[in-house]
């Protein structure tokens, strides 16, 4: 497989992580049908966009690769039919899924942190490496934010573990193999390294330092 079809394949694998991360927030949040299938997309096409707008794409790719967002909304719906005959079995596993989502959460933050930095470099920008590692941490990040705003939490990113730190530090990464060296070896290296510190930080409770006041 060429870089282009290997980019792709990524692409598709973070649209159906992201979407299954989403949607199981939404299950969680008792959302009908529709509101499962709408946080479960946006979940996987919201950083996409925001990305494509600051690029100055418009509109944006997702608006021309229709079927990125039909696999993300197909996928949404397998999790809601899914979650809806075994609801019994989703409350009593609720740690059990909390693993769950966090690995989807980790694999779609890590690939679209790396598709996001290439695409910054791929225009032009590789030049400008905070420019294009701020592309990936927003690709990687933006669709989550517009998540939980709609099912109204304060965004993931600004409060829990180890997230946007995971998303710069493989963006840079990223990009520092890119224009040192090929595509597939800094998405093989940066890819699962995010995974990693990801995954690590929701088992370990890592977390930036925060100031917590009292009334």
């Known amino acids: 497989m060429n ?4 980019i792709y394949v990524m692409e598709l694998i973070g649209t159906i992580a992201f979407a299954i991360s989403g949607a199981l ?31 100055g794409k418009f509109p944006p790719n997702i608006f021309s690769n229709v079927i990125v967002l039909i696999i993300a909304a197909i996928t949404a719906i397998v999790v809601f039919v899914i979650s809806y005959f075994n609801v019994n079995k989703f409350e009593s596993f609720e740690k059990r899924i909390e693993s769950i ?6 694999v779609g933050l890590a690939t679209f942190s790396a598709i996001g930095t290439e695409m910054a470099c791929e ?17 990687g990040i933006g669709g989550g934010i517009i998540r939980d705003i709609l099912v109204d939490s304060t965004p993931y990113v600004l409060k829990k573990h180890i997230y946007a730190l995971a998303s710069i530090i493989g963006s840079t990464i990223y990009y520092l193999i890119r224009i040192n060296g090929n595509k597939i070896v800094a998405l093989i290296v940066s890819i699962p390294i995010i995974v990693v510190i990801r995954l690590l930080a929701a088992k370990y409770h890592w977390k930036l330092p925060k100031i917590n006041l009292k009334n």
């Open 3 to 6: 870089e282009t079809v290997i």
């Open 25 to 55: 927030i939404a299950v969680r949040r008792s959302l009908d049908l529709f509101g499962v299938v709408l946080v479960g997309s946006i979940t996987s096409v919201g950083g996409g966009i925001m990305r494509d707008l600051f690029l």
């Open 101 to 106: 989502n966090n690995f989807f959460d980790a």
């Open 123 to 139: 225009l032009g920008f590789y030049d400008m490496a905070i420019f294009s590692i701020s592309m990936g941490m927003l690709t």
